[in-house]
């Protein structure tokens, strides 16, 4: 079992990755994004706070993020390997999680980077509908739902997600390029990157990322 991070900046396909990684491996796949939009639909007092930050396309602050992960990993089904998708996000999270890990007697297998190109990526972004109930991802030009506004998989409402908007989505960009690009060099550093290409289709992306954990 393995222990990964999944990195990358906005729209670059990660939720599509963490799932056919976390089915192929087995592997829980933990999103601080999707803790927090669940936390904002049930009106938890997290939720509150981190919504505040999310809508304006800034990070939530370090504190709560890397508690609720700690928490997470705690948990059974991580005790053997895990696969965070969108943390860490900034240094400061990276060496708490390493902390973490080391306190357990662990640490991180593999770094997966994907890289696409600004431009594609806000196309991407601003094209991108997710589904209300189930997190089904769509995009009106390259894969629309079949019936505009409802999930092929379950019928629920498909939307545009608050923070993807072109205003919210280039402070993501600048967000990204400030607080989380820094994570590339820090995880060079410790030789755990793989730099993967994640441009050419969800499914010639997956290859490379198997071929890059070698089984
Ligand atoms: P994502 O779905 O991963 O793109 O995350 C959506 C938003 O949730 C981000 O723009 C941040 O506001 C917040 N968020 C998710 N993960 C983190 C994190 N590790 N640190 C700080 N904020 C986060």
């Known amino acids: 079992m393995f222990k990964l991070v999944l990195l990358g900046p906005p729209g670059a396909g990660k939720g599509t990755q963490a799932k056919k990684i976390s089915e192929k491996y087995n592997l829980p796949h933990i999103s601080t994004g999707d803790i927090f939009r669940r936390n904002i639909k049930e009106g938890t007092p997290l939720g509150m706070k981190a919504k505040e930050y999310m809508d304006k396309g800034e990070l939530v602050p370090d504190e709560l993020v890397i508690e609720l992960v700690e928490d997470r990993l705690e948990q059974d089904d991580c005790k053997d390997g895990f696969l965070l998708d969108g943390f860490p996000r900034t240094?400061?999270?990276?060496?708490?999680?390493?902390?973490?890990?080391?306190?357990?007697?662990?640490?991180?297998?593999?770094?997966?980077?994907?890289?696409?190109?600004?431009?594609?990526?806000?196309?991407?972004?601003?094209?991108?509908?997710?589904?209300?109930?189930?997190?089904?991802?769509?995009?009106?030009?390259?894969?629309?739902?079949?019936?505009?506004?409802?999930?092929?998989?379950?019928?629920?409402?498909?939307?545009?997600?608050?923070?993807?908007?072109?205003?919210?989505?280039?402070?993501?960009?600048?967000?990204?390029?400030?607080?989380?690009?820094?994570?590339?060099?820090?995880?060079?550093e410790k030789n755990l990157l793989a730099k993967i290409e994640g441009t050419g289709g969800p499914d010639k992306v997956f290859e490379s990322i198997v071929s890059a954990l070698g089984v």
Do not use: W
Not at 116 to 133: A, S
């Open 91 to 188: 240094v400061n999270q990276a060496e708490k999680l390493d902390e973490y890990l080391s306190s357990k007697g662990n640490s991180l297998d593999l770094v997966i980077d994907l890289e696409v190109d600004e431009d594609i990526l806000l196309d991407r972004m601003i094209g991108r509908r997710v589904c209300k109930v189930c997190g089904a991802n769509y995009h009106i030009k390259t894969m629309p739902p079949k019936k505009e506004g409802v999930c092929d998989v379950c019928g629920g409402e498909v939307i545009q997600r608050a923070d993807d908007t072109e205003e919210t989505v280039r402070n993501r960009f600048e967000v990204y390029q400030r607080q989380t690009a820094p994570l590339i060099e820090y995880y060079q």
